[in-house]
């Protein structure tokens, strides 16, 4: 088993109640069981508000609701009750590894930071060629010598890492190809015939908000800034809007391209981070036409946080993009190049 880090993992560190959107806001937080048998055990008034608040959810999982967009141990002082009376070592799994994320893939495993935490996202926004040991020598050796299909899909996800990050051409461009080299890539997954594309057809991006107003949303302001984005399409992204999308979408590419090894789809990811950008890149333009000073890094772990983390929010994308035509490949090309 090998683990492997990209070049920026070690710089983290938890900024507390300097954070502008804690992990304490918006989220249920799940307990393990581990620590809550330990919770169990804990005496005084910190014990007896832990086991007051600590309920079953609607998925079975065991949780602190949130309360009023809080979690209920997040202190006046933007502390954590817990850490501060029962001590670090006794928070759960999430509280404690928020927000390093490990992916098991059997013979190795990646481990990355979550874009919806703001420190890790501004770290992820300034860091340049991180991810040099993913998809490296000791991965494939791995892979090739036990698993054919996921060598393959290792080496598709670095071709379309280099295709996103073609600083040569406009994002727009990158995605499109990106798109395009994938459906190829499926084409061999499925056993088909890889097939040249149709001409796509577009109506614009307005179903992508649509779509993204429907959703599981926390924060009312995340809403009222996605409907004013839609209405203002005249708007442009700022110069350096690209150069911090291809950081996400880089994060993206590294953290779910590799669920096609259960899911049979690369197609899934790919998407998802087209929808990223026809969001992301609105809000960026509108916000900077109004002069509203929202900087670029809030836009993106602020989606990382609304959409990207919600289970069912993914979900609802992944259902739309095998049910509604618009997200067809061609017709995603199409829109791309319109924009
Ligand atoms: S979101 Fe990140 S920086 Fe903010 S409180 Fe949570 S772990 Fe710390």
């Known amino acids: 088993m090998i683990d492997i880090y990209p070049d920026f993992y070690k710089e983290f560190k938890c900024i507390a109640n300097r954070c502008e959107d804690s992990c304490c806001k918006d989220w249920d937080i799940d307990i393990d069981s581990e620590t809550e048998r330990f ?14 608040k600590l309920v079953t959810d609607e998925y079975g999982e065991r949780v602190f609701k949130a309360e009023g967009g809080r979690c209920p141990f997040w202190n006046s002082d933007m502390l954590c009750d817990i850490f501060i009376d029962i001590g670090e070592e006794h928070l759960s799994e999430t509280c404690g590894g928020f927000p390093r994320v490990k992916v098991d893939y059997v ?10 935490c703001p420190e890790a996202a501004r770290i992820m926004l300034r860091s340049e060629n991180s991810y040099t040991g993913f998809g490296g020598e000791a991965e494939l050796s791995l892979a090739e010598n036990g698993d054919d299909y996921m060598s393959f899909l290792l080496k598709a996800r670095e071709r379309s890492a280099e295709i996103l990050t073609d600083g040569s051409l406009p994002f727009k461009y990158r995605l499109a190809d990106c798109l395009d080299f994938n459906v190829q890539v499926q084409s061999i997954l499925d056993g088909a015939e890889p097939q040249p594309m149709s001409e796509g057809k577009t109506e614009g991006n307005g179903f992508i908000f649509d779509m993204h107003l429907k959703f599981e949303i926390m924060s009312e302001r995340w809403r009222e800034a996605l409907e004013e984005a839609k209405e203002n399409a005249s708007a442009k992204a700022s110069d350096e809007f690209e150069a911090d999308f ?28 087209i929808c990223a950008y026809v969001i992301t890149e609105r809000l960026d333009a509108d916000f900077a036409a109004k002069g509203y000073p929202l900087p670029r890094m809030r836009i993106l772990q602020r989606y990382s946080k609304e959409v990207e983390h919600s289970y069912d929010n993914t979900e609802a994308l992944n259902a739309e993009f095998d049910r509604d035509e618009r997200f067809s490949a061609e017709n995603l090309i199409a829109l791309l190049e319109e924009l």
């Open 39 to 52: 919770y169990m055990t804990v005496k005084g008034a910190t014990g007896d508000k832990i086991r007051d």
């Open 107 to 116: 013979d190795f495993r990646e481990h990355l930071l979550s874009f919806a």
């Open 246 to 273: 291809e950081k996400f979408a880089l994060y993206y590419i590294y953290r779910y391209y590799l669920e096609a090894v259960n899911s049979g789809d690369v197609l899934y990811s790919i998407k998802r981070i």
